[in-house]
């Protein structure tokens, strides 16, 4: 009986692989992948439906007040966590963390405003009303769940006990999740120009 020869070499006690301080940043650029074609398919189902222009012409479009408010909410609270980065990069933690706080609350402040709107909408359009309410709502509140999950992070990177490049994790949490909330951001702009301009456009002509 010929003996099993064991080509691998035994592991060496207290020797570790290098960890890659990239791989955070790489799983969220592919969750961010991810979403964005889900989001793609949905705005491409939604302008596919309304190619039509009688399929949409008896809907009053959204006010774009609410949406200009939520936009300027949503880039306000991206500029805020971009200089809670730089904070970082400068070892300013406090700052940072501050920067933190005032992004989960204006984060906070974007889905109370979109209550009001939905509160407002609500009144002439509801998923029931047609193929374009349905659609609306789809959207709409799927972006707002995505809101929700990037406060939820933020979160969590707010009471981390250290960031980087203090902190001896190779994860650096807090531009990984202000990569995940600026794709949030991004996804509103399309929103507001796919579900409101453009509707607003074909309506009243400009």
């Given amino acids: 009986m010929s003996a099993t020869i064991n080509v ?7 020797t570790y692989e290098p960890l890659d301080d990239k791989r955070g940043l790489y799983g969220i650029w592919l969750v961010i992948a991810t979403e964005a074609f889900l989001f793609f398919s949905l705005f491409a189902g939604y302008l596919l439906m309304g190619s039509s222009k009688f399929r949409w012409q008896t809907n009053r479009p959204p006010k774009l007040g609410y949406a200009l408010a939520l936009l300027a909410i949503l880039i306000g609270s991206s500029i805020v966590l971009m200089i809670g980065e730089r904070m970082v990069k400068q070892r300013r933690y406090f700052a940072a963390r501050v920067t933190l706080v005032i992004t989960i609350l204006m984060g906070f402040g974007f889905l109370a405003l979109q209550a009001f709107e ?6 002439t359009l509801t998923p029931d009303t047609n193929a ?3 659609i609306f709502y789809t959207i709409t509140t799927l972006h707002a769940a995505h809101v929700i999950v990037g406060l939820l992070l933020l979160c ?4 981390l006990p ?7 994790s190779p ?8 990569l995940y909330w600026h794709f949030v ?7 507001v120009v ?3 301009l453009i509707p607003h456009g074909i309506v009243y002509g400009f």
């Fill in 118 to 123: 939905y509160l407002d909408h609500w009144t």
């Fill in 156 to 159: 969590y990177v707010l009471f």
């Fill in 185 to 191: 951001d991004v996804v509103w702009i399309f929103v």
């Fill in 162 to 168: 250290q960031y980087e490049p203090a902190s001896d």
């Fill in 132 to 134: 374009y309410g349905s």
């Fill in 171 to 178: 994860h650096l949490p807090y531009k990984t999740v202000s």
């Fill in 194 to 196: 796919i579900l409101y």
């Fill in 8 to 14: 691998y070499p035994p592991a060496q006690k207290g």
